[in-house]
């Protein structure tokens, strides 16, 4: 691993996720050229970047949206780069997304209780003939859903439709869906996209909250200042390739990074 | 062989009208993105048209030809401007229950008018088939295959070499640049659900002579136009064309070597067993819809 | 409360009618209208819940009504061996089940396909499915007769103390059986609806996506959603073919599976009480006007509703009417929580709002 993750405080920590020289080629166009980097368990790291760098097509390939044109991710040493997103999800790897997040037509809890489809068991026999132990499953399915969505803030708005919630609301609600499959790893798709600085904040909050509880958080964000102060490590992607990985601080000071998102302007302006 | 050389011959004859029907759809279907079942009832349009003008009012026949697919372009017209344009941006399941709506209306319509016994569209072109060494047409339906070659012929100068063409194409590819440039849109959407029902009414007006007008013709018809589309890749034209021909061989051979009865059936099992191998056609689709 | 009485109330009237509806022309109507809610439940559960496009679905219908007759009457069949294979008739229930389970079998296979065929294809694919079905019955006449159709199937029984098998010959009891199995059909699919099943099915419909990052198994869920609909459909096609006792091939037209859809859309898909309206009025809606006008004309006017429906009710009649009496009762007045449980009380937390 690279020199800087050695500068973190515990020198050898475990890795929940692994991007190993990652490809993505579409038909000549190079998404993403080689891409490796790891997220250790129980941090908060963010992948940054100008558009266009190939964050999302990352997120993608690590929840089995996407299949790699070469490279590979690891969860905990486990490979995932062929399952599909729901093998994936149920293994402990799950994400957000930038638009569609929520489940439009269902109520908020309806949301979060569809949500916890993976801590269910019954299926098809069980609910038609609604037997007693299906019917306790229920009732501790709500109750899950009541405490994730005290957790993130909504429990006020149980009952409306997700498609009426504010913006904000709908970004908190996609976050309680993804709570809800009991994530190991929780990729957010930025979550920030959109808020305002109050709202942003309470984000911030809330993420921190979900990392103490001990889930392992990868994010995709353009929102600088709650990338710098809720980050542990920060990954910067341009072109497909990563261009430089470390803590925040030593990120921000680092000239590609700055050339990256100012442009050649920067250099020439400084001489 | 002589045989097979009919089979052949037959074939190539019903292909010419298929593909017009093909690539009509194909306009609609795949870039329109619009499930159109309304399809096979212009297709029955056109061959009552026909009977109509011919049979009914007495006009020369090629007129009728001529008079029966203008009726079915503004006929397709009216239809994409009372019910598909106010429907702007609505998902495909809302426009295709549009689109059985009016199909139901539109068949129910014709039975009333014409009641349910078939009707014969009475033609210039005399009965007794051409032989042509081993094959023998009828002469009617050498006619038919050269219109349908003609206008193939004409739809391919119209969509690549006319500015019109070039106009269609633009907002096909990318309304928003195209609208940018000046290209109405709306307008272009009108012209091509009228231009896919125009091939339909004249594909039907050339086929009502030489079977027979019955209300429901469509229904088949149209599911066969579907599986030429599918065959050929959505908003694919040229694989609409070969699609057309290809569902005609398809049918003559299957009707004359495995089974008459399930020649209609032909059309259903190919585009089947198609999709399950390949689901997005056999050509490679411009865009996949859904 | 009245809100959850004012069903069985209606299905309680609806049990009585036999013993004052001396009609029965209209018995005959309410017992086919009852079989047609029963197919259109199973199709919203496909059409309305999943979201998938099926216009096949009287294929199903279809499948159960001849497996249901041939078992019952018992076939024999060349295929070319030294004996044809001969099946003796089967009692009429054994026989009733095998039309659900072969209806449902092809829905597995409906369903398979959904997955790796989408959208509009997928259209195109069931329709030509049920096309291939109506051919089949048509052109294999050793099995089926053809169009010289299958008779004399003999009708459902049902047992009665004292006297033992009972076969259903008189309407007004054939009337009472279509209606109890309407019941069971609409408390089958409420209870799938309401269940971790149905939320995936939902979540399918709502968001494809966002259902597999949360451990959604598509095709397995699909696959559900069918085998569900299609043997449902089969069973309400197995109840028609007992009843009028005779199937020929036009029980595959592509007109039954319209009139189910149009059923569906009307009465307001994705809920349970849409197929039941929807069916009692285009049950009812011939028979109005049956005296009034031909029956191109009714078409026509059907079309036209259809049209109307879904450019000013695109959710459908159930929706409309109870967005109504919802805007009514808020006026002031908050709603409680989801069956009546009340939302927990804001957590004093470290300042998450809302």
């Known amino acids: ?271 | 062989m002589p045989e097979f050389l009919q089979h052949l011959a037959n074939a190539v004859v019903l292909g010419g009208t298929y593909a017009l029907l093909g690539i009509g759809l194909t306009l609609i279907f795949g870039i329109m993105r619009v499930v159109n079942f309304t399809h096979g009832e212009l297709y029955t349009f056109g061959a009552y048209m026909a009977f109509m003008l011919a049979g009914l009012f007495g006009l020369n026949f090629f007129v009728s030809l001529a008079l029966a697919a203008t009726l079915g372009f503004l006929l397709g017209a009216l239809i994409e401007f009372t019910l598909l344009r106010p429907l702007k941006g609505a998902d495909i399941d809302t426009t295709m229950l549009v689109m059985i709506g009016a199909w139901i209306a539109m068949q129910a319509g014709q039975q009333l008018m014409w009641g349910g016994v078939a009707k014969s569209v009475p033609n210039p072109f005399p009965t007794e088939p051409v032989v042509l060494g081993p094959v023998s047409v009828g002469p009617i339906r050498l006619f038919v295959l050269a219109v349908a070659v003609v206008l193939l012929a004409v739809f391919y100068l119209l969509i690549n070499r006319t500015k019109l063409g070039v106009a269609m194409r633009a907002t096909f590819q990318d309304p928003d640049t195209a609208a940018l440039m000046g290209v109405n849109n709306g307008l272009m959407y009108t012209l091509t659900f009228a231009i896919g029902s125009g091939l339909a009414a004249i594909a039907g007006a050339l086929l009502g002579p030489i079977f027979v007008v019955t209300p429901t013709m469509g229904d088949l018809v149209a599911l066969k136009a579907f599986a030429i589309v599918i065959l050929g890749g959505l908003g694919n034209i040229p694989g609409a064309t070969i699609g057309g021909f290809v569902l005609a061989l398809v049918e003559e051979f299957g009707a004359g070597y495995v089974s008459s009865g399930y020649r209609d059936a032909m059309g259903f099992l190919l585009i089947i067993a198609v999709l399950a191998v390949r689901p997005q056609g056999l050509f490679a689709a411009k865009e996949r819809i859904g | 409360m009245t809100a959850r009485l004012l069903p069985w109330l209606f299905v309680a009237i609806m049990a009585t009618l036999p013993l004052w509806m001396r009609d029965q022309y209209i018995l005959y109507v309410l017992t086919s209208t009852g079989i047609f809610i029963i197919a259109a439940m199973s199709l919203n559960l496909l059409l309305g819940y999943t979201g998938q496009l099926s216009l096949g679905h009287v294929a199903f219908f279809g499948i159960g009504a001849y497996t249901s007759a041939l078992l019952s009457l018992g076939f024999d069949l060349d295929y070319g061996g030294a004996q044809p294979f001969v099946l003796d008739p089967q009692p009429v229930w054994l026989a009733f089940l095998g039309g659900i389970l072969l209806a449902a079998a092809f829905g597995w296979l409906i369903g398979k396909l959904a997955f790796r065929v989408r959208g509009a294809y997928f259209v195109i694919v069931t329709i030509s499915f049920a096309q291939v079905m109506r051919m089949v019955a048509l052109n294999w006449v050793d099995l089926t007769e053809g169009p010289m159709a299958l008779n004399n199937i003999p009708p459902l029984t049902v047992w009665w103390p004292g006297e033992g098998l009972v076969p259903l010959y008189k309407k007004e009891y054939y009337y009472l059986l279509v209606l109890a199995l309407a019941v069971v059909s609409f408390l089958l699919i409420q209870r799938v609806v309401r269940s971790r099943i149905g939320r995936a099915l939902i979540a399918l419909r709502e968001n494809e996506s966002l259902a597999r990052s949360a451990g959604i198994n598509v095709t397995r869920y699909l696959v559900v959603a069918t085998v569900l609909s299609a043997g449902m459909a089969g069973a309400a096609g197995a109840l028609y073919t007992h009843y009028i006792r005779i199937v020929d091939p036009d029980v595959f037209m592509f007109i039954y599976t319209v009139t189910m859809v149009i059923m569906v859309i009307t009465g307001g898909k994705g809920t349970l009480a849409g197929p039941v309206v929807g069916g009692l009025l285009f049950g009812f809606l011939p028979e109005v006007l049956r005296d009034v006008a031909q029956p191109e004309v009714q078409w026509i006017v059907y079309g036209v509703v259809m049209i109307v429906i879904v450019f000013f009710l695109p959710q459908g009649i159930v929706p409309a009417v109870t967005n109504l009496f919802a805007l009514k009762k808020q006026s002031g007045k908050k709603q409680s929580g989801r069956n009546g449980h009340r939302p927990a009380a804001p957590r004093v937390s470290e300042g998450a709002s809302s």
């Open chain 1, 1 to 271: 691993m690279s020199a800087q993750l050695a500068a973190m405080p515990d020198p050898a920590p475990a890795m929940a996720l692994e991007v190993r020289d990652v490809a993505v080629h579409f038909n000549g166009l190079v998404a993403i050229s080689r891409m490796t980097f790891a997220v250790p368990e129980g941090s908060i790291v963010s992948l940054i970047g100008p558009n266009g760098a190939g964050k999302t097509t990352a997120f993608n390939v690590i929840t089995g949206f996407l299949k790699p044109t070469a490279g590979k991710v690891l969860y905990r040493g486990t490979d995932l780069t062929h399952l599909s997103p729901d093998r994936i999800a149920a293994l402990g790897v799950v994400r957000t997304f930038q638009r569609t997040s929520i489940f439009g037509g269902c109520t908020v809890f309806d949301n979060v209780l569809t949500g916890l489809h993976l801590r269910g068991r019954a299926e098809t026999w069980g609910a038609l003939l609604r037997l007693p132990w299906v019917r306790g499953e229920e009732e501790r399915l709500e109750q899950d859903a009541r405490e994730i969505l005290d957790f993130v803030g909504l429990d006020r708005r149980a009952d409306e439709l997700a498609g009426n919630l504010a913006y904000g609301e709908q970004r908190l609600l996609g976050i309680a869906i993804a709570l809800a499959a009991a994530p190991k790893v929780l990729l957010l798709d930025e979550p920030a996209a959109g808020l305002n600085p109050s709202e942003t904040g309470e984000f911030m909050k809330v993420v921190k909250r979900i990392r103490d509880r001990g889930v392992t958080v990868l994010l995709v964000e353009h929102d600088m200042r709650m990338v710098m102060s809720i980050s542990d490590l920060v990954v910067v992607l341009n072109h497909g390739r990563i261009i430089a990985e470390g803590p925040p601080a030593a990120v921000q000071n680092d000239p590609e990074v700055i050339r990256a998102y100012l442009g050649e302007g920067v250099k020439r302006a400084e001489g």
